[in-house]
């Protein structure tokens, strides 16, 4: 949440910081606000709601040129989204502008101290006390860098903080503490952000910062330091994608693209899995394979629609690997004590690999002795640098707050992990293991086909914009799939939707059910676990009994639903395990045109933002 921009050089500061800032706006659309400096002083400009509210204010009062600057556009935690809450906050002498992502958690006792010494405060936030403070140790120091080293080690919680002085014109500070800041190096000139779509326009060369660093850039150079004064060094990387890559491409919405770009997404989660010797490999593994072998219980830590990928992932792992597969929210996992040891692998999965809650409880597990492994789509993030294995992602950048691709890589990374383990423990030979292999490979042409079909499932959405609730129905890996449909609706068309397991619809859920209520029901293949398809195809009978709309996704040549579907959703055949991959994208589908329908903004639904980075 919160994006964050920073910049020195030759270009105009403003350009570039409100060009960033655009890219950032998934990350928090509260409130959008910048600092430039110039003719020895400090200007700035800052507007509650969307960017498109502090450009108006720009072109409306233009700032003065300068070659040095920080924006950010917000997601409200301390004090709502007024323009008086918006970022930058200033110090009372407006010398030192500061811009912040995360929460300060110490910040009622350290405004306490800033009030007893006279210092006014004109917001309701936390971050405003780094501005105060600031100015006080700058005004000892003279350097800010030195200065936000010294206000960082009173500080306590999760942050990334930017911030300028007006004594120090061709200077941007940075620092990082469990929440997302990188850097982008160019020629004669340098960045700050908290993702790299931010200056990709600029450079593709950027540096990952280290937990507990200050970062000092100028036009020649960046330097990084430790909060207590030492020598730092981040890790230099070069990002593969290029700016075309984080725009819209003709498409109405980034979630359009999004879904669109899944086949592509999914081929290239796959490429260079399979070595010469035709052993499935990871990105980077420093687990032994003999500790591998020795695992007695797997736990996958995850939230939201990486929650739902966890939940599939158990499946897999224990049909896969016969070791017994948890799936815990992360935000709940460490406060009820899980039992953890030497002999647990945890499985950590963040599309950004900044997830706050994630975050923590990767850190507690390591604490318990346990190995982890992360499946993350950002290269350097906190979570892969703080594990012991890194499964990356090749989603390319998602900027639609509601996931869509991440969610298929994510998915197909969770198959590749399971199927390495049992390479590794010996469940499944090298054969089985290559024809699942092939079966994935083959599914991005599935997903194709898929997307083809789109348009009775846009109509049917379409349809269905005045209603008030959808149900959804799976069994197996259906069930996830189901959750996974039912939070899409939620985040995108604001709708009260539940997503059941369908064995689950006589224990409650059934009273739900009433005259046209629609209900999507994920079918399993009718091969391999006919049981299961024999018993869903019952349930859709009893919803539809019961006066239900239902909505049914089945796979090509599946006939015996045919007869209870009032609408009926085809996707390609696939193994079982596999088909969540072609059955959620129907889903998304519909809920991004259900949306649109319904007249909401897709990209950047209510109240939510792409990243969580604070618990």
Known sequence: MCGIVGYVGSQSALDVVMAGLKRLEYRGYDSAGVAVLADGGLAGAKKAGKLVNLEKEL??????????????????????PTDANAHPHLDNAGRVAVVHNGIIENFACLRAELAERGHELASETDTEVVAHLLAEEFSSCADLAEAMRLVCRRLEGAFTLVAVHADEPDVVVGARRNSPLVVGVGEGEAFLASDVAAFIAHTRSAIELGQDQVVELRRDGVTVTGFDG?????????????VSAAEKGGYDYFMLKEIAEQPKAVADTLLGRVDAAGSLTLDEVRIPAAALREVEKVVVVACGTAFHAGLIAKYAIEHWTRVPCEVELASE???????LDARTLVIAISQSGETMDTLMALRHAREQGAKVLAICNTNGSTIPRESDAVLYTHAGPEVAVASTKAFL????ACYLV?????????????DEIRAVVRDLVA?????????????????????????????FLG??????????????????????AEGFAAGELKHGPIALIEDDVPVVVVVPPARGRSVLHDKIVSNIQEIRARGARTIVIAEEGDEAVVPYADHLIRVPATPTLLQPLVATVPLQVFACELATARGNEVDQ???????VTVE
């Open 230 to 242: 030492s020598a730092g060094e981040g890790r230099a990387y070069h990002v593969d994608w290029d």
């Open 409 to 412: 890589t994510q998915l197909v």
């Open 475 to 496: 069994r197996h890996v259906g069930y996830p799939v189901a959750l996974e449909g039912a939070l899409k609706l939620k985040e995108l068309a604001y709708m009260h």
């Open 333 to 339: 996992f460490r406060y009820r004590d899980p039992i």
């Open 443 to 471: 599914i991005s042409g599935a997903v194709e086909r898929v997307l083809e079909t789109m348009e009775p499932v846009r109509a049917l959405a379409r349809s269905l914009a005045d209603k008030n609730t959808v149900l």
């Open 605 to 611: 639904p209510r109240n939510l933002a792409k990243s």
């Open 59 to 80: 072109a409306e009062r233009p700032l003065p040129a300068g070659g040095t600057g920080i924006g950010h556009t917000r997601w409200a935690t301390h004090g709502g």
């Open 418 to 430: 399971a199927l390495y383990l049992g390479q590794v423990r010996g469940t499944k030979w090298g």
